[in-house]
């Protein structure tokens, strides 16, 4: 029996799941909570966890998937190593006119003469003199060159040329050079300044996604798991570890695309939209013929723009574990800040009962939430927060406490945030999930922690706390909807403004059933069922699938989807070749991953192509981990209609899409199908399966 | 006052730019705002041109006789609008593909859309490239204008419209194309924003780019 392994690593779970190769039967699925600071460890617990199960001895497993938010929370957060950005041909002008430093993501950046035209000749040669004083001044201080040539998607020569030198004069003792990323690696496709920022964000992870690596890998190893390590990338297929290595940045939105991977393996259907509720975030995605759409412009990761086509996901910072607050006007606020519910801080600290049950008498502000400390950091911090840490040392403290005991009151709130987003504290508070126990839906800590959480805000809106709960459930469901009929919306017309389109928000919220006495009823239908992932989605989904007249799958295991989702996806990999034709000499050239080359008729360029390409990218896949690769070319020819009486056509360019898929090694001779345990729960069996609990 | 404005946009019609200079300066004694002579006289004369011509009634030379009348009167009231600092319809760059000496069709757009009180810039002819991504640099045009006579300078377009997007400035303009060969579907194809079958069109097009 060959069992794989999958890993996910969410914002809040991290998820693993042992699957059958040959069933694709999920045979075991653990959760444990993700560490951050060190994603190892969490990915330890949860590997230990479900290899407890059944009897699956670790050396069974014979591969192992990761998908990793990694690369997503490092951009997002900043963080990344020294990377010196190598600009060949770029106009520093230019980038100043219109403010573009901000997209170069670092300020060391160097700017070489050098350069190409769209035609792929050479506009200046490159200014080699340059380059070696540029890599020899940074090569101790930096961790990694990304390079960047104008038109260099056109014609690679000199980044080619800068890279070798970066390989040459970085190399050390133990004979390997810093590592060094192209703009024509990652894209064909133009805009120089998005290039560099998606180069430079590349360098900028790959020491990080090294570190990631090696302690999985050790991890596992510990574990006796001795199976090679492959990742997700962010379009839901799989490479060896040692490739990701190289282009860490293509791992961004991995986590969502093994949702939808993941989705479509256990429940089996092609064309469904995908709803990941995390504990954090919830990801919503479409799968289009059993694959992951993807956004052809590039995926934007905080403030950046990349080039990157990763899985077209639509996330909000809504979760099972986002905190509800009441803000200044009385309005009940659910997340985006992740906190830990009351109810398993209160399973894992008891007192916090007794302390809700004082808070609830005395009506203080601030109640109901609680500070926890989370690891240390070598960094130097203030005093005031050193005396905050201080204060956690023993343990969690409300925060009601803090506000006492420390100086400077009301600031507390402020600093206490401040270290959230560094990571250094987490607060507990009420979250959705506190509802779901107060409802008796999902009961797995300590449900009168969460009463009593849920009295706190309750008294404040003049509700029961059941009421309270129960229309706290009803907003996590009407803002999923919300959310996927955004997203519908602005891939097939504009993105809606819910607050600046007031007949919008009308329709809208009679849609979502907020308008009970109108004349007006409005039922919106969505074309395709939703699949339902995450947990515990039973207590949200079906609402939004009756908002949505529509039919909702929760497969079994929908828990752990993701990390099914990581180890389901194949080797998928792609060439694009570009064919222009020549103004001065009515030839053809070819821009090919090497240079270009010029021929006398389009069909000899194609040829030519097909002849070194599909080799090249066989072995690259290979490289990355497939087996029995397939190598498929499409042509797209690009011409336009000239008006009547000038000529018939207009012939602009031809565009081959050269793309290998295999399945990730090991052997087997079975082939991966999808789940063979669906069971489809209509509405009607949800409604029973609800009431049958209460 | 409506009536001497009426008589500015008659004899603009016909071609009198001897007339219509006359009248505007009778306008400005009159106490009549340069802005509103120019917007209720010459711009209101130059859109029934305009239609005139699209629907087949005007031919080009009679359009270039209107548009010679209107420069007179725009002579008189440029220093006066200059001063008073009225906000144009917005700036537009325009020039010839590069290897391409035809600058007729560029030559009435232009005009059209000065008549509609656009700001113009005009590159000539057989433009580069590089030169449209410097234009978009120094001017800061809403609108970029291409015009190709001929089959093989249109693949110019592509290349201009590529060049941009490689400086990153694809969309700080909007892309607007025409002359004999260009069709609706060319222009689509090679990702420029909107196709101008003729100089009228051409001001059409522009006023909804800049969201008349």
Same mark, same amino acid.
């Given at each position: 029996?060959?069992?794989?392994?999958?890993?996910?690593?969410?914002?809040?779970?991290?998820?693993?799941?042992?699957?059958?190769? #040959?069933?694709?039967?999920?045979?075991?699925?653990?959760?444990?909570?993700?560490?951050?600071?060190?994603?190892?460890?969490?990915?330890?617990?949860?590997?230990?966890?479900?290899?407890?199960? $059944?009897?699956?001895?670790?050396?069974?497993?014979?591969?192992?998937?990761?998908?990793?938010?990694?690369?997503?929370?490092?951009?997002? !957060?900043?963080?990344?190593?020294?990377?010196?950005?190598?600009?060949?041909?770029?106009?520093?002008?230019?980038?100043?006119?219109?403010?573009?430093?901000?997209?170069?993501?670092?300020?060391?950046?160097?700017?070489?003469?050098?350069?190409?035209?769209?035609?792929?000749?050479?506009?200046?040669?490159?200014?080699?003199?340059?380059?070696?004083?540029?890599?020899?001044?940074?090569?101790?201080?930096?961790?990694?060159?990304?390079?960047?040539?104008?038109?260099?998607?056109?014609?690679?020569?000199?980044?080619?040329?800068?890279?070798?030198?970066?390989?040459?004069?970085?190399?050390?003792?133990?004979?390997?050079?810093?590592?060094?990323?192209?703009?024509?690696?990652?894209?064909?496709?133009?805009?120089?300044?998005?290039?560099?920022?998606?180069?430079?964000?590349?360098?900028?992870?790959?020491?990080?996604?090294?570190?990631?690596?090696?302690?999985?890998?050790?991890?596992?190893?510990?574990?006796?798991?001795?199976?090679?390590?492959?990742?997700? =990338?962010?379009?839901?297929?799989?490479?060896?570890?040692?490739?990701?290595?190289?282009?860490?940045?293509?791992?961004? +939105?991995?986590?969502?695309?093994?949702?939808?991977?993941?989705?479509?393996?256990?429940?089996?259907?092609?064309?469904?939209?995908?709803?990941?509720?995390?504990?954090?975030?919830?990801?919503?995605?479409?799968?289009?013929?059993?694959?992951?759409?993807?956004?052809? !412009?590039?995926?934007?990761?905080?403030?950046?723009?990349?080039?990157? !086509?990763?899985?077209?996901?639509?996330?909000?910072?809504?979760?099972?574990?986002?905190?509800?607050?009441?803000?200044?006007?009385?309005?009940?606020?659910?997340?985006?800040?992740?906190?830990?519910?009351?109810?398993?801080?209160?399973?894992?600290?008891?007192?916090?009962?007794?302390?809700?049950?004082? /808070?609830? &008498?005395? @009506?203080?502000?601030?109640?109901?939430?609680?500070?926890?400390?989370?690891?240390?950091?070598?960094?130097?911090?203030?005093? &005031?927060?050193?005396?905050?840490?201080?204060?956690? #040392?023993?343990?969690?403290?409300?925060?009601?406490?803090?506000?006492?005991?420390?100086?400077?009151?009301?600031?507390?709130?402020?600093?206490?945030?401040?270290?959230?987003?560094?990571?250094?504290? +987490?607060?507990?508070?009420?979250?959705?999930?506190?509802?779901?126990?107060?409802?008796?839906?999902?009961?797995?800590?300590?449900?009168?922690?969460?009463?009593?959480?849920?009295?706190? %805000?309750?008294?404040?809106?003049?509700?029961?706390?059941?009421?309270?709960? *129960? /229309?706290?459930?009803?907003?996590?469901?009407?803002?999923?909807?919300?959310?996927?009929?955004?997203?519908?919306?602005?891939?097939?017309?504009?993105?809606?403004?819910?607050?600046?389109?007031?007949?919008?928000?009308?329709?809208?919220?009679?849609?979502?059933?907020?308008? $009970?006495?109108?004349?007006?009823?409005?039922?919106?239908? +969505?074309? @395709?069922?939703?699949?339902?992932?995450?947990?515990?989605?039973?207590?949200?989904?079906?609402?939004?699938?009756?908002?949505?007249?529509?039919?909702?799958?929760?497969?079994?295991?929908?828990?752990?989807?993701?990390?099914?989702?990581?180890?389901?996806?194949?080797?998928?990999?792609?060439?694009?070749?570009?064919?222009?034709?020549?103004?001065?000499?009515?030839?053809?050239? %070819?821009?090919?991953?090497?240079?270009?080359?010029?021929?006398?008729?389009?069909?000899?360029?194609?040829?030519?192509?097909?002849?070194?390409?599909?080799?090249?990218?066989?072995?690259?896949?290979?490289?990355?981990?497939?087996?029995?690769?397939?190598?498929?070319?499409?042509?797209?020819? /690009?011409?336009?209609?000239? =008006?009547?009486?000038?000529?018939?056509?207009?012939? +602009?360019?031809?565009?081959?899409?050269?793309?290998?898929?295999?399945?990730?090694?090991?052997?087997?001779?079975?082939?991966?199908?999808?789940?063979?345990?669906?069971?489809?729960?209509?509405?009607?069996?949800?409604?029973?399966?609800?009431?049958?609990?209460? | 006052?409506?009536?001497?404005?009426?008589?500015?946009?008659?004899? %603009?019609?016909?071609?009198?730019?001897?007339?219509?200079?006359?009248?505007?300066?009778?306008?400005?004694?009159?106490?009549?705002? $340069?802005? *509103?002579?120019?917007?209720?006289?010459?711009?209101?004369?130059?859109?029934?041109?305009?239609?005139?011509?699209?629907?087949?009634?005007?031919?080009?030379? *009679?359009?270039?006789?209107?548009?010679?009348?209107?420069?007179?009167?725009?002579?008189?009231?440029?220093?006066?609008?200059?001063?008073?600092?009225?906000?144009?319809?917005?700036?537009?760059?325009?020039?010839?593909?590069?290897?391409?000496?035809?600058?007729?069709?560029?030559?009435?757009?232009?005009?059209?859309?000065?008549?509609?009180?656009?700001?113009?810039?005009?590159?000539?002819?057989?433009?580069?490239?590089?030169?449209?991504?410097?234009?978009?640099?120094?001017?800061?045009?809403?609108?970029?204008?291409?015009?190709?006579?001929?089959?093989?300078?249109?693949?110019?377009? =592509?290349?201009?419209? !590529?060049?941009?997007?490689?400086?990153?400035?694809?969309?700080?303009?909007?892309?607007?194309?025409?002359?004999?060969?260009?069709?609706?579907?060319?222009?689509?194809?090679?990702?420029?924003?909107?196709?101008?079958?003729?100089? #009228?069109?051409?001001?059409?097009?522009?006023?909804?780019?800049?969201?008349?």
């Amino acid at each position: 029996m060959t069992v794989v392994l999958g890993i996910d690593t969410g914002g809040t779970y991290t998820d693993a799941a042992l699957v059958d190769y #040959a069933s694709g039967a999920v045979m075991a699925g653990a959760k444990a909570l993700t560490t951050h600071h060190d994603l190892s460890i969490g990915i330890g617990k949860a590997v230990a966890a479900a290899c407890d199960g $059944p009897a699956v001895s670790p050396a069974d497993v014979s591969l192992v998937g990761l998908s990793t938010t990694l690369a997503t929370n490092a951009i997002v !957060e900043g963080r990344g190593s020294p990377v010196c950005l190598l600009l060949i041909g770029y106009d520093p002008d230019l980038i100043r006119q219109y403010g573009f430093e901000r997209e170069l993501v670092t300020q060391d950046v160097v700017y070489l003469g050098g350069g190409h035209d769209g035609a792929g000749d050479e506009v200046e040669p490159l200014d080699e003199a340059a380059a070696r004083a540029a890599i020899l001044a940074r090569r101790n201080q930096v961790e990694s060159f990304a390079v960047s040539g104008y038109f260099g998607v056109r014609n690679p020569a000199h980044e080619l040329r800068v890279r070798a030198l970066v390989e040459e004069l970085t190399v050390s003792a133990n004979g390997e050079s810093l590592p060094v990323t192209c703009g024509h690696e990652l894209t064909t496709r133009l805009n120089a300044v998005r290039r560099a920022t998606t180069v430079t964000l590349n360098a900028r992870l790959i020491p990080l996604l090294r570190e990631l690596i090696a302690t999985v890998r050790s991890t596992l190893d510990a574990l006796g798991i001795v199976a090679p390590l492959m990742v997700v =990338k962010g379009d839901g297929s799989l490479v060896r570890a040692e490739w990701a290595k190289r282009r860490p940045i293509e791992t961004i +939105l991995s986590g969502p695309a093994a949702s939808v991977v993941g989705a479509w393996h256990i429940a089996g259907r092609r064309d469904v939209w995908v709803v990941d509720v995390g504990g954090t975030t919830t990801d919503i995605a479409a799968l289009r013929d059993g694959r992951p759409r993807l956004n052809s !412009e590039g995926a934007q990761v905080g403030k950046w723009r990349t080039m990157v !086509e990763a899985v077209d996901a639509h996330t909000i910072g809504l979760g099972g574990d986002s905190l509800v607050y009441l803000d200044a006007d009385g309005r009940v606020i659910i997340g985006p800040r992740r906190v830990v519910p009351l109810c398993l801080l209160a399973s894992q600290h008891p007192w916090v009962v007794d302390e809700l049950r004082q /808070q609830v &008498e005395t @009506h203080q502000r601030l109640a109901g939430q609680f500070v926890l400390s989370q690891h240390r950091t070598a960094r130097a911090l203030s005093d &005031e927060d050193q005396a905050l840490l201080q204060h956690l #040392a023993a343990g969690p403290q409300p925060l009601t406490s803090l506000v006492e005991r420390l100086r400077y009151g009301s600031l507390v709130v402020r600093r206490v945030e401040s270290l959230e987003a560094q990571r250094l504290v +987490l607060r507990s508070g009420f979250t959705p999930t506190d509802g779901l126990h107060v409802l008796g839906h999902f009961e797995r800590w300590n449900t009168e922690a969460s009463r009593l959480g849920a009295e706190l %805000l309750a008294t404040q809106v003049n509700l029961s706390p059941a009421e309270f709960c *129960e /229309q706290l459930v009803a907003s996590v469901s009407n803002r999923v909807t919300t959310a996927l009929i955004s997203k519908i919306l602005s891939d097939e017309a504009t993105l809606p403004d819910w607050e600046q389109e007031p007949s919008a928000a009308a329709l809208l919220a009679r849609a979502l059933g907020k308008a $009970p006495t109108s004349d007006l009823d409005c039922r919106l239908a +969505l074309r @395709h069922p939703i699949v339902a992932v995450g947990a515990p989605v039973e207590a949200y989904l079906p609402r939004v699938a009756r908002q949505l007249n529509t039919d909702l799958v929760i497969p079994p295991h929908a828990e752990v989807a993701n990390a099914v989702g990581a180890v389901a996806g194949g080797v998928v990999l792609r060439q694009q070749v570009l064919i222009r034709p020549l103004s001065t000499n009515q030839h053809f050239r %070819l821009h090919l991953h090497n240079g270009v080359r010029d021929f006398s008729s389009l069909e000899e360029g194609i040829a030519y192509a097909q002849q070194v390409v599909p080799a090249r990218l066989s072995a690259l896949a290979r490289q990355a981990g497939a087996d029995q690769v397939e190598v498929q070319m499409t042509r797209v020819d /690009q011409e336009a209609p000239v =008006k009547g009486g000038w000529g018939e056509r207009i012939y +602009l360019g031809t565009q081959l899409t050269f793309t290998t898929a295999g399945r990730p090694r090991p052997g087997g001779s079975e082939r991966f199908v999808p789940g063979t345990r669906l069971e489809i729960y209509d509405l009607d069996q949800n409604e029973k399966n609800r009431q049958k609990h209460h | 006052m409506a009536d001497i404005l009426e008589k500015i946009t008659s004899h %603009l019609y016909d071609g009198e730019d001897e007339m219509v200079a006359e009248l505007v300066q009778k306008a400005l004694d009159q106490g009549i705002e $340069p802005q *509103e002579i120019l917007a209720g006289g010459l711009i209101a004369g130059m859109d029934v041109v305009g239609k005139d011509f699209k629907a087949g009634d005007l031919f080009v030379p *009679e359009v270039l006789i209107a548009a010679r009348a209107m420069h007179a009167g725009m002579g008189i009231l440029r220093p006066l609008l200059a001063e008073s600092d009225v906000p144009s319809a917005g700036k537009y760059v325009i020039g010839t593909m590069a290897g391409d000496l035809h600058d007729i069709g560029k030559n009435l757009v232009k005009m059209m859309l000065e008549g509609a009180g656009f700001e113009t810039v005009d590159l000539g002819t057989d433009v580069q490239p590089g030169v449209f991504v410097d234009a978009v640099r120094e001017h800061q045009p809403t609108i970029i204008g291409m015009s190709a006579l001929l089959t093989t300078t249109m693949i110019q377009m =592509k290349a201009t419209i !590529e060049a941009l997007e490689e400086a990153g400035l694809r969309d700080v303009v909007k892309i607007m194309v025409g002359g004999a060969p260009v069709t609706a579907a060319f222009a689509e194809e090679i990702g420029a924003d909107a196709y101008a079958p003729d100089a #009228a069109s051409a001001v059409d097009v522009a006023r909804s780019m800049v969201g008349a």
